[in-house]
């Protein structure tokens, strides 16, 4: 890096947006430059977050434009991130974009090695690979404490935020595939998906999805904008013992369940093929650090691109994620069919 501090600009503050511009505006090795919103409304609600110096502005290619800027936040709409990501590379800018990166794959390859040949940093907003609870999901599977994967569950439920540029598998799943990705260390090779549309519009604010691991795990996601119980909720069933991420319970943020079934060889032939043995168990609430997820993954990107350290939600990581949607996409359009993703 030419510069101590590394001067970036955000493009979009929306919902999400005054929260990237208090972590920004707080880091230490950050100069928050540029805010920019089409609304000139937005600007009241981060005026007391951004120093003095920091310009607002309509207009994006100011920001893009700008020499000394050296990256871009893009937290806006899904079906914007596109054309805003590939015009932040060719100007030369390390980017930070909200999830998912784009909503086409071959769009996403696309900025993926526009970034790659350029030698700048792509990191995408997966908030939850940055939370301490998923990090200890994570650490209990390489430890082989929960024993073989059989599956895993995940429920993302709200009523509202609906968005009015993506479905909600769009808007919600990208974060429970991250995960289940990410504790995997693996991607799904194919998905098949359900959903409705009950609130009547052109987009899907329902959805049942399964995802299939090329070792037989199967992970199954439920994301709604309709229903009026919240939850964040992850589950891991091994052969071992099941794991729980409940991201609304700060006091038991993860809960392992010793209890467990498992068989035996083969006995008479007249008793069945299998003998199942059930097994009881303690329930244990680790210790979970409490910090800020964004906060970590604001840190994390200043430091891929101040101190090139790697990132975990690059593009490569995120165009998987979107390769995985756009499966998901296909398979509610041919209701249900298994899609392989590509």
Not at 34 to 39: F, K, L, N, P, S
Not at 48 to 65: G, H, M, T, Y
Not at 131 to 142: D, F, I, Q, R, Y
Not at 282 to 299: G, T, W, Y
Request: charge should be negative; include cysteine; proline fraction near 3%.
């Amino acid at each position: 890096m030419r510069n101590e501090m590394l001067n970036i600009g955000i493009i979009g503050i929306g919902h999400w947006g005054p929260n990237v511009v208090r972590n920004l505006a707080d880091h230490p090795r950050v100069q928050l430059r540029y805010v920019c919103d089409i609304d000139t409304d937005a600007f009241k609600r981060v005026s007391k977050l951004v120093p003095k110096e920091c310009q607002f502005v309509v207009d994006a290619s100011v920001i893009f434009s700008d020499e000394d800027i050296d990256a871009v936040a893009i937290i806006t709409y899904a079906s914007t991130h596109y054309d805003l990501v590939k015009r932040a590379l060719l100007s030369k800018k390390h980017v930070l974009c909200e999830k998912p990166l784009t909503l086409d794959a071959v769009e996403g390859e696309e900025l993926c090695l526009l970034a790659e040949a350029s030698g700048l940093k792509l990191m995408v907003g997966f908030t939850f690979l940055f939370n301490n609870g998923v990090h200890k999901l994570k650490e209990l599977n390489s430890a082989n404490i929960l024993g073989k994967i059989h599956y895993l569950t995940s429920v993302r439920t709200h009523m509202g935020l609906v968005r009015q540029d993506v479905d909600v598998f769009w808007d919600l799943a990208t974060h429970d595939i991250s995960i289940m990705n990410f504790i995997l260390d693996s991607m799904p090779e194919a998905v098949s998906a359900t959903g409705a549309k009950v609130l009547g519009g052109i987009y899907y604010d329902v959805v049942f999805i399964t995802l299939y691991y090329h070792d037989g795990t199967i992970g199954q996601i439920h994301v709604s904008w309709v229903d009026s119980n919240k939850e964040r909720l992850v589950c891991i069933i091994g052969s071992k013992a099941r794991v729980e991420f409940n991201d609304l319970n700060a006091l038991e943020t993860v809960r392992i369940f010793e209890k467990g079934i498992s068989f035996n060889e083969p006995v008479e032939a007249d008793f069945g093929k299998f003998r199942f043995l059930l097994r009881d168990g303690d329930i244990i609430s680790p210790k979970i650090d409490v910090s800020e997820p964004l906060s970590q993954l604001i840190d994390s990107f200043v430091c891929a691109v101040m101190d090139d350290k790697e990132i975990i939600p690059d593009g490569r990581y995120a165009l998987e994620v979107t390769k995985t949607l756009v499966a998901v996409q296909k398979s509610l359009a041919s209701r249900g069919l298994r899609q392989l993703i590509k």
